[in-house]
């Protein structure tokens, strides 16, 4: 059963108040056990004690003012039997009253025919017999007969004393005994109350203390920066929802953890890739190249590297597949296939093909780069271009009347990392003074607006030729800006546009 | 990089599976259909034709995972090929070299008779 920590407290503190009530009720019970008892005792045991003493007490009476009246002819001695008869009788009544039971009733029912007898005898023959003036004749019936009733009724009183004498002992016999079990259960419930309020006020506590303490614990591990431990609390209140939230930030603050790590590990990825790209780029006389670069993310998959080999510039942009470190990966074994073939002083041929091998080596069939190479010879002004699977390249050419803008659509080969072979087909353009040559890659084409349209090849001719006018570095950084105003903003791909310039005379 | 589902149609025709997406199939996106292609060759399929009838846009994460799945059927013993009219991919299958010895053909019908035996 789930329950708050309030409903605890307030359950907990309410069985204590429940049991105090018990006790006191438990109390009060017992005290009218034993006030029922004494007052059976008082009100009914001592009063029949009483009843027979007097009845006997009366009898006597009565005999001897029989006896006195007999011998003195006094009359007062007559009324006082007559008031003494009316004594006993009353007495009787006052026994038959109380509904006597069982022994007791026949013992009080032959007091009673005895005393009737001896009163009986008194009227009927003694008082007879002394009005007569026959007093000795008197004197001898109630020394015979009399006595005889008297001692009956002696012997009867005196076996209802003892009725009344056991029933008061058995009253003090039931008195003790209940005073034992108030006693007893006072003690029990008093224990018992007590034991209940101990453990309420011991248990509770500490279970919560514990359960605390298990939070104050994973709490200073967390401080450590160890985010693995478990915290197991059923307790079904607050403390137990709290340590289900504590586990479940640890695997939150973990994730936090993995991704600092991960950002780490990207700005390292990003310094290695940083360092890779051409801090210096080569110039040729009469022919520059401008790179531009945007990263949608700390690492991607674009690159380029620019060589002077005699009076010509050999220039590479590549786009690996993809995004993200597998990108970047990519793009390093490629950079550094071809930086190492170069360094040999190898052609372009062996370079594509090298860096072909190295990337299906390296990179299963789901992966490929595509690369465009291209030489510019600016004293034969000649370009000459290998397409691996690229975009093709645009050319701005000055005119009398403003820029034309073209793509080369030259031979393409196949995309590397994805086939043994290739191709080697070679693109050629003659070049004149003040013409560019941009190389891009996908990121230009593929930048979606809000809608997700296509920024696309079309748009990119038209903006590159509306931008012709500007400087290269700043039609680079103009065209990089109409692509992020069309993205609104939210470029998802690289960005890198390289612009070959032959300087005009 | 989050991972998004796309809606992938799979349909039996004839002795072939034809997988159809729905939507841009781009880095966001792609493992879906690279799990799809997974999926059927755990399952005994070999020869499927992926439709991109439905698929406005593919980057080359979508590219790189259709060659994947070429070369994964054709190690199982089958063949990939696409259906297609969209010019855009269309062109992104000329310039990379995809196209080559890949069946590329406007119906799914047409597509599967380009199946390498």
Partial sequence: ?505 | MSQQKIDIDIAQQGDFKVIKPTGDLDVYTVGSLRDAIGQMIEDGTTRVVVDLDAVPFMDSSGLGALMGGVRRLREAGGDLAIACTREQHLKLFTITGFGEGVSIAPTVEEAATGFRS
């Fill in chain 1, 1 to 505: 059963m789930r329950l708050s920590l309030r409903q605890k407290l307030v359950g907990g503190f309410g069985t204590l108040l429940v049991l105090i009530v018990l006790l006191g009720w438990v109390t009060l019970s017992l005290f009218g056990s034993l006030r029922t008892v004494q007052r059976r005792v008082f009100d009914t045991a001592l009063p029949r004690l009483v009843a027979v003493d007097e009845i006997i007490r009366s009898f006597t009476a009565q005999s001897a003012a029989i006896r006195g009246y007999l011998i003195s002819t006094d009359v007062s001695l007559l009324e006082q039997y007559r008031t003494e008869v009316e004594t006993a009788i009353e007495f009787e009544a006052l026994l038959l009253e109380r509904d006597p039971r069982g022994n007791e009733r026949e013992l009080l029912e032959n007091l009673i025919e005895a005393g009737e007898e001896f009163q009986d005898l008194i009227d009927t023959d003694v008082l007879p017999l002394a009005e007569q003036g026959q007093r000795s004749q008197a004197f001898r019936v109630l020394g015979q007969e009399g006595n005889v009733l008297i001692s009956r009724i002696e012997l009867l009183g005196e076996q209802l004393r003892l009725v009344q004498d056991r029933v008061v002992a058995d009253a003090e016999n039931t008195l003790r005994s209940r005073q034992s079990q108030v006693l007893l259960t006072l003690a029990l419930v008093i224990v018992g109350t007590f034991t209940a309020g101990l453990l309420l006020a011991i248990l509770l506590p500490r279970r919560l203390a514990r359960n605390l303490d298990a939070l104050v614990r994973a709490a200073r591990g967390i401080e450590r920066g160890d985010f693995n431990q478990r915290i197991e609390i059923h307790s079904g209140d607050e403390v137990e929802e709290l340590a289900v939230r504590f586990n479940a930030m640890q695997r939150g603050l973990k994730r936090l953890q993995q991704l600092a790590l991960q950002d780490r590990e990207l700005e390292i990825a990003a310094t290695i890739q940083r360092n890779l790209l051409q801090r210096s780029i080569p110039e040729s006389e009469g022919l520059h190249v401008v790179p531009i670069q945007r990263q949608a993310n700390l690492v991607g998959g674009d690159w380029y590297d620019i060589e002077r080999s005699g009076r010509c510039l050999s220039v590479i942009i590549g786009d690996a597949s993809g995004k993200g470190i597998a990108a970047a990966l990519m793009a390093t074994v490629t950079l550094s296939s071809i930086r190492a073939e170069r360094g040999m002083g190898a052609g372009p041929k062996r370079i594509i093909d090298r860096a072909n091998k190295a990337l299906l080596d390296a990179t299963e069939s789901d992966s490929f780069t595509t690369v465009l190479l291209v030489n510019v010879d600016p004293e034969s002004r000649v370009a000459r271009w290998f397409n691996m699977g690229h975009h093709a390249p645009f050319l701005l050419r000055p005119r009398v009347d403003g820029v034309e803008g073209t793509y080369l659509e030259g031979p393409s080969n196949r995309a590397l990392g994805w086939f043994e072979d290739p191709g080697h087909e070679e693109g050629v353009v003659e070049l004149q003074p003040g013409d560019r040559i941009v190389l891009f890659t996908d990121g230009f084409l593929e930048a979606k607006d809000p809608d997700g349209q296509l920024f696309g090849e079309d748009r990119l001719a038209e903006a590159l030729v509306k931008l012709a006018p500007l400087d290269a570095a700043n039609l680079g950084e103009q065209m990089v800006g109409e692509v992020e105003r069309f993205a609104a903003g939210k470029l998802d791909d690289d960005l890198t546009m390289l612009i070959v310039e032959l300087e005009a005379p």
